[in-house]
Structures are given as structure tokens and as C-alpha cells.
């Protein structure tokens, strides 16, 4: 387990923030730009010293009323937005910066291996000012990796990179997030990133904490923070299906659902081959519900389902409403006019029109 | 050509340059770390005193300290209680008021570059588990280098060209205290024009390399930087 009380007060802003979870996984801290994700994830850290309260991560205590364990005591690896390797090391001295410091090497992680599924063997031997931003990342991934941290902290390391290189070190950290045994906290404010890396969710707004825990329960509570909000969504696991529509590709969820997206990947490549497991991101506006089977309508995914439980109160003229489609969860954010219209209620049975999912 | 005594000037001058600047590293880089780092509000405070020498007439400070290096004064009666000689128009008093003279050309270039490291590379580097000293060593000592160089060329520079100071407190005793500066306006005194020539032009030439090498390390540090 990971437990923090932690508490922050810096000029004009104040952290107070408590939450657990899972000491394993990759837990998400999202929230919108200026909530303080950010601070807590340097409060993590030990990287401001003015944090009081408590911190414990699998066991170890490292802020409580013992004190306050150095940083460079908690092992605690951290992939910042701007990749910063140090300018008088070579990439290799870089990577190896943090391993040489290790009093015993204890887990295996394979140097060579990593350099090389990092794609950064020819790069070695050079210094990081000639490097493109994606490289530099990579390499203080890897520079984090080798530390065999007990923790590792990313903050937002994808935004400062173009969206190629975005794409290539996205698909290496959804590979590299869930093999490793680490656990990892990953500052975003995109719920692209959360959908496809997030095991666990905490919910940052304005320095505190609005809710926490695995992602599927923070995700699908209808009166929680995240779905009052316009980034309300949905996560649903699939596989590519194996036969194929034209101009589609089409997602096989299970319990015989089959989502179609028209495919505009220009980055399909491998990853979208028959029989990959893929996660869909939807919005719950893009969701839209009706009584009867909608009849020759644009929309490609029309799926029987009933309603789960519906928000005990509107926000801001809208209702999130959530739905069970063969025992998958999906929310959907419809005007509190046609919650009362169609007189929508918890066990009914309806049709969810889903106008857009992203392939994620 | 250089007269015995001159050279003696010349050779006691580069000892004492050399003996400041030295020190002068050793106490400058705490001084401007911690300068460079405090939130302290005594900081201003103490940036004013280091500056103070660079307004300061030199005789101002060297009747201070001579009046500190009297028997009566603080440093005169330490000295004395421990049995050592006078600082006074000693090769040591002159390199405490060397030291006092050319601190902010050694502390300020340190303070500069300290500050322009950011605390990026350093909390990177702790998060990686290196302590405060493996910091120091390995980031910023390296990420330093040019600070360091124009902070010893500075401080070899100034001290070399001191006058007021030396004059003051060192007296001008052949071989001991004598530096070029006041070699100089020895000659000058006694109208011999053409030793105060060689030894004035030496010098001269001495502060230009030694500029010159720092602006161009700079420019290559530079270079190497963009490339």
C-alpha cells in the first residue's frame, strides 16, 4: 500500500491530500492544470521540504513523526516533463548515474536488455544536447529504471513531446508501466493517457483530493468528482476482432458486443493487428440513449443496455447516467430534460448510442 | 632589463596572486552556494559586504586592517596571544588584504553560476540517490567549470594589480612585501622610465592573456554548448 496524509502550504496554494492504493500498478494523478498535481508528486518526492504529515510506501515510512526521510534515502525515481539528463554526461554515464549509487543491485533488471527495447543502444556514447526531445526521454526513463526505485514518479512526460514521439514512447510505457514490478505515479492532465495506463486513479482539484481507488470504481461513480465534470469517460477492454468490416476496424468486447471505429488510425501498424487486447476510451457525451432501437441511423455502435443507476442530481442542466452492457459498465451524460422526458430510471432497459470511441 | 629586486617583486607578486586566488576558491564556493541558494534574508546584507571592496577606495580598507593588525587591534592581539608574528608588512597580511580586496571577483562568478544550474539537475541527481556532497562533486563542480575558471582568473588578476592595499599594510620592503605595482611607482618616483616600462608592459600584457583566455574558453564553452 501506498498511504499519504501529506500537507503543503506554499505562498498562494495549499496541498492537503490523503489518499491509499495499491502499492503495485500505475496510479494515475489527474486533474486539471493548477490543481497541484505537480506539488504532490514533489511532496512524494521529498522534494519539498516544508511538507508535513505522514507517507508510507509498502511499509516503509518515509514522512511521519519520525521525520522526514532524505530524498536520496527514499529511492524514488522521478521522469520529469522536461527531460533533463545531465549536459556533462553521455547518455551512458546518464543511465548509469543512479545504478552506480546503488549500495547492491538487487532486482535483474537487465541493462542491456532495457537500453535496448528503449531503442537508445546507438545513442550511448553521445551527449544529450544533440538529442531530439522523445530520445531524451527515453533515456531518462531508462536513467530512472536502472535506479531500481522503490517508487517511480512521472510528471505529464509526454507533454512536452511532439505527437510522433508522443505516440512511440506511449506505446513503450504502456509495454514497460505493467512489466515492471514497480509501482508508478503518473502526473496527467490527459484521460488519453489515464485510459490507457492508469490501474488506480487520484483525483486532484484545487490541492486536495476528490477521490481515489481503482480506476474502474473512481471512473464509474456517477456522483464522483471526475463525472460531473466534462471530462467524464469510460473504459472498456477489448480485442481486435478478427473479421472485419470494410473502412472499420472492429473491437470485440466480449459477451458478444462488437464496437465499430472507422479506421482513420494512421498509426495503426502492429498494434491493431486481429487478436491484440486494446482499451477504448468514451466519452460519456459522446454516449446517447434511447428507448426504442434507433432504425437506419449514422451512428455504428447502437447496443442494448440497461440502466445501471442514474447521478442523484443534475450538474449544470446534465444527468450522468450508468449503464450495464453485458456486465460492462459505460456512463453516459445526457440533459436532465430527457432524463425527464423518456423518464429514465435505475433497471430500465434502453439502447446507448455511442457516436465516437477512441481506440486508445 | 629586470633589476634583481625587480624580479624578486615580480616572483613575490605571482606567489601572492597564486596564494589568494587559492584560497579565496576554498572559502568562495560555500559562501556562494550558500548565497546562491538561501532564502535567508541576511543575504543582502551579506552580497553588500562582499561587493563592498569593488566601491570602496583600496586605502580605506588597507587602514582598517592596519589599524586591526596593530598590537592593540583584534588580529594584532590574536596574533600575539598565540605567539606569532605581526600581519603587519607580512607576506600573510597581504594575502588576508588580498583575499578581503578581490573577494567579490572570486565569490560573484561562483554565486552566478551556482544560481544558473537550476535546481533541476541537482534534485535529479538526489532523487537518484547521490547525498549533498556526491551532488556537489558529481553535478556541480562539473556543470561549473567556466564559474570556476573566470572566478581564478579574476581573482589572479585583481590581486596582481593591487597598489592601495599593499600599500597600506604591506610597506615596501625589497623581497618581502614588494609587489610590481609598487615596484612600478618606485621607478616612476626615481624618473627611471624605462624599468618602470618593462615591468609596467609586462604587466600589461600578463592581464590581457590571462583575459583572453577566459573570453575565449568562453566562447568555446559556448560553442561546444550549441553544437
Known sequence: ??????QLRKSDFKLEASFSVPGRGVTAVFGPSGCGKTTLLRAIAGLEPDTTGSLSVNAEQWLGVDGSRAVEQRRVAVVFQNPSLFPHLTVQENLLYGRKRLSKVTKPIETKELIASLEIEELLLRYPEGLSGGEKQRVALGRALLAEPKLLLMDEPLSALDQGSREKLMSLLERFLQEIDIPVFYVTHSSEEVARLADNLVLLANGAVSDHGAIEDVLGAVDGELSRSDAAFSVIE????TTQLPGLISVDCGQGIVLQLP???SVSGNRYQPGNAVRLRIRARDVSLCLEAPQRSSILNILPAVIAELAAKPHNGSRIVKLDIAGKQLLSKISEYSVQQLELRAGQPVFAQIKSAALI | MLSQPDIAALLITLKLAATTTLILLLLGTPLAWWLATTRSKARSAIEAVIALPLVLPPTVLGFYLLLAFSPDGPIGATTAALGLPSMAFSFWGLVLGSAIYSLPFVV?????????????????AATLGAGPIDRFISVVLPLSKMGYLTAAVLGFAHTLGEFGVVLMIGGNIPGETQVLSIAIYDHVEALEYSQAHWLAAGLLLCSFLVLLIIYSANRRFHLMKTT
Open chain 2, 108 to 124: 560573484q562568478p561562483l554565486q552566478n553560476s551556482f544560481a544558473g544550474l537550476g535546481r533541476m539537475p541537482l534534485e535529479i
Open chain 1, 238 to 241: 477489448g480485442q481486435i476482432a
Open chain 1, 263 to 265: 479506421d482513420s488510425t
Open chain 1, 1 to 6: 500500500m501506498i498511504k499519504a496524509a501529506l
